[in-house]
């Protein structure tokens, strides 16, 4: 059975940095879109970075936009999610989720999911 594991979440302060890990089980060749959620309390999950294989091209939420990078390396099947000058909005549940299908911000165009990293700034 296919699953993603994320991991690199922890505590930062603002202005840091952090990186976070999702690697897949099976190759991540499997699906078209590699994206990367967030989700704090008592909000709903939003998309925060986007990789669609087939354009080779990044996709990235104006609130990240400039500061998170999304590195996908197939051949170690892991997609990385690059957080630079941290703030403290950016506390959340970070998950990556794969999808077959072209990249999107919705959640239930997503057909694989992982249990998801926390990360918490400090201000």
């Known amino acids: 059975q296919e699953r993603l594991v994320e991991s690199g979440g922890g505590s930062v302060q603002a202005g840091g940095s952090l990186t976070l890990s999702c690697s897949a089980s099976?190759?991540?060749?499997?699906?078209?879109?590699m994206a990367w959620f967030r989700q704090a309390p008592g909000k709903e999950r939003e998309g925060v970075a986007r990789?669609?294989?087939?354009?080779?091209?990044?996709y990235y939420e104006p609130s990240v936009e400039g500061r998170f990078i999304i590195v996908r390396d197939s051949r170690k099947n892991t997609v990385f999610l690059q957080m630079n000058s941290v703030k403290a909005e950016d506390s959340a549940m970070y998950l990556c989720?794969?999808?077959?299908?072209?990249?999107?911000?919705?959640?239930?165009?997503?057909?694989?999911w992982g249990q998801g990293t926390q990360v918490t700034v400090s201000s």
């Open positions: 989720a794969g999808t077959r299908g072209p990249c999107s911000k919705a959640t239930w165009d997503y057909e694989i």
């Open positions: 099976e190759s991540t060749a499997n699906y078209r879109c």
């Open positions: 990789h669609d294989s087939v354009f080779n091209f990044d």
